[in-house]
């Protein structure tokens, strides 16, 4: 039996319960990381009972001479400075006390009795978004987690991240685990523990090794994990081919396939090479950017500049910021780029000295409904911006060229929130729009491949596809026209069977 | 939490570069239906390169280690 211990409330530094756990990477990025919040106090439970940590035990600690306890500790950050009469006030439901607490908290840290590997869960809520106006960091896989503390709840943003332990899971194990835990996917299954992720990898893709200690996972493994879990894996090649093996990606289509998944809500697990092994992280956010300037009657990809993607890598910690940059050879790689410090200690970056990642695979776990690859939305919505914009060059030739963007969302988030947020404005124009879609267009599947196309001259028109059917047909459901000038365009083009039929609802101003 | 927190896949377009009137005063010609076949075999093969970095066939067997 364990002997009762009280919360413990201190000051957020050196000595404190994160400084406990050593000098490693993963702790010193999560100390700057969390110096950069303006973290000020920290709460630690002395007992917690985590589900994640109970099933590793389980499955391999508890065998172990070593005697490994079953009961890990818990830390909660707040950017406010307070004592332990603050949060016995707030456990007391002390309205203003709640109001500071839960407005301060930044995320929590569960340490797990594993003196290697003692970072378990860990939420931390993302920095503040400086450039939110003009470059929007997108992260849409996080989602929200409610802790509570003596009856206390406190919620923060983000997506779970944990070091890997090297018995239970490796890099490619806690990988796949966050990306389970995103919002897009978290409602189709259970959230598996990291020790039911490595199971399923071995249950059906079994590789000859044993599954406890693990020593790491195949990318058929990962995939049939993924099919365990009653989801589908989509897994997106690099197109830099060499003596027909894949080798590496280039910078578009690297950042094309990433944002298209996460502006989806789905992470992206990135297989490659770190110094000569291969290794696996997960991406949870990128940085948006301009699209890059489209020659005339050309298109470009409006993802293809965006200059740094957010990682869940078990070697540092969650959400590091990475540029995208490429070799001489036109293949993408990634470098930690941490930014702009906030706080003025003296904490050294762990990130500096990192290696470069080349990515080779992406795997994206996704509802087995949504049918549709990446590459064939992208396929299809270039093949279409591209034949738009010929024809616009044909009839003015001072035209500028188009971009275009991909993604996947659930129907009823494209009514609600994409239509929204290009139409909030004009709200006659986006009552008119969402009835066109639902009472002249066929019933639409529950995923929506969207294809949105403009350029410098703003969003045109987007295009709405069925998920559900296979890649070699990949049916319209209606174009959505936001530009007046372009609509009659793209009703020659239909008429002439240059773009493929379906339902044109007229959401100009006109 | 919010979608505008999450910034749920907003899309920049436009933003401050280029020339936001650039389509303004686009007429439809009245030989459009004229030029759409003229340029149709020309827009079909711009199209078909423009697609080829996205149709490379998914192969899995190349990463030689399983990653850890």
């Not at chain 1, 406010?80 to 949060?87: K, M, S, T, V």
Request: hydrophobic share 40%; with cysteine; glycine share 6%.
């Amino acid at each position: 039996m364990h002997s009762p211990k009280p919360l413990e409330v201190g000051p957020f530094g050196a000595g404190d319960e994160l400084a406990k756990l050593g000098g490693s990477d993963q702790a010193t990025y999560l100390r700057r990381y969390l110096e950069d919040l303006d973290a000020a106090t920290i709460v630690t439970e002395p007992y917690y009972f985590d589900r994640d940590y109970l099933a590793e035990l389980a499955a391999f600690y508890s065998l172990s001479a070593h005697g490994y306890p079953n009961v890990c500790r818990r830390l909660h950050f707040f950017s406010e400075a307070f004592d332990r009469g603050e949060l016995e006030r707030a456990i007391a439901n002390d309205a203003a006390a709640v109001l500071r607490l839960r407005a301060s908290y930044l995320g929590f840290v569960v340490v797990r009795p594993i003196p290697a590997s003692p970072l378990g869960r860990t939420v931390v809520r993302w920095y503040h978004d400086r450039d939110a106006a003009s470059a929007p960091r997108i992260m849409t896989p996080s989602r929200d987690y409610d802790c509570h503390v003596a009856g206390l709840r406190l919620t923060v943003q983000g997506l779970a991240w944990q070091q890997q332990d090297s018995a239970v899971g490796t890099c490619a194990t806690v990988a796949l685990w966050s990306m389970l835990h995103s919002s897009a996917i978290a409602g189709y299954h259970a959230l598996p523990t990291t020790a039911q992720v490595t199971r399923a990898a071995h249950r059906t893709a079994g590789s000859g090794r044993r599954v406890f200690p693990n020593a790491g996972l195949d990318i058929e493994q990962l995939c049939e994990a993924i099919k365990e879990f009653d989801l589908s894996p989509v897994v997106v090649p690099g197109d830099i081919v060499r003596d027909g093996q894949v080798v590496r990606f280039s910078r578009e289509r690297f950042a094309a396939s990433c944002t298209a998944m996460i502006r989806s809500g789905f992470p992206v697990l990135l297989l490659g090479e770190l110094d000569g092994s291969a290794h696996a992280t997960c991406a949870v956010g990128f940085r948006s950017s301009n699209p890059p300037t489209a020659a005339r009657g050309n298109v470009v990809h409006h993802d293809a500049n965006v200059p740094f993607i957010y990682i869940h890598d078990d070697n540092l910690g969650p959400s590091v910021r990475f540029s995208i940059s490429t070799n001489d050879d036109g293949v993408a790689s990634l470098r930690p780029a941490a930014p702009p410090r906030v706080a003025a200690t003296q904490t050294p970056d762990p990130t500096v000295r990192y290696p470069a990642f080349v990515p080779s695979h992406l795997v994206v776990a996704v509802p087995e409904d949504l049918r549709t690859s990446p590459d064939a939305l992208h396929v299809a919505g270039l093949d279409i911006a591209t034949k738009v914009s010929t024809v616009l060059q044909a009839v003015q030739g001072s035209l500028p060229g188009l971009s275009m963007t991909t993604r996947f969302s659930p129907l009823r988030d494209y009514l609600r929130r994409e239509l929204d947020q290009v139409l909030a404005t004009t709200p006659a124009i986006l009552g008119r729009a969402r009835l066109a879609l639902l009472e002249h267009v066929p019933p639409m599947s529950r995923h929506v491949g969207i294809v949105r196309v403009g350029g410098d001259a703003g969003l045109q028109f987007d295009v709405l596809f069925d998920t559900t059917d296979s890649d070699a047909h990949l049916p319209i459901f209606a174009y959505v026209v936001y530009g007046s000038e372009v609509l009659p365009f793209v009703a020659a083009l239909i008429a002439h069977d240059e773009l493929p039929r379906a339902y044109v609802v007229d959401a100009t101003l006109g | 939490m919010s979608d505008d927190e999450r910034s749920q896949g907003k899309t920049l377009w436009n933003s401050g570069r280029g020339d936001p009137t650039a389509f303004d005063g686009l007429k439809v010609p009245d030989d459009l239906d004229e030029i759409i076949r003229r340029v149709s075999k020309q827009a079909r093969a711009a199209a078909a390169e423009r697609v080829k970095p996205y149709q490379t066939p998914v192969t899995l067997a190349t990463l030689r280690y399983p990653v850890k």
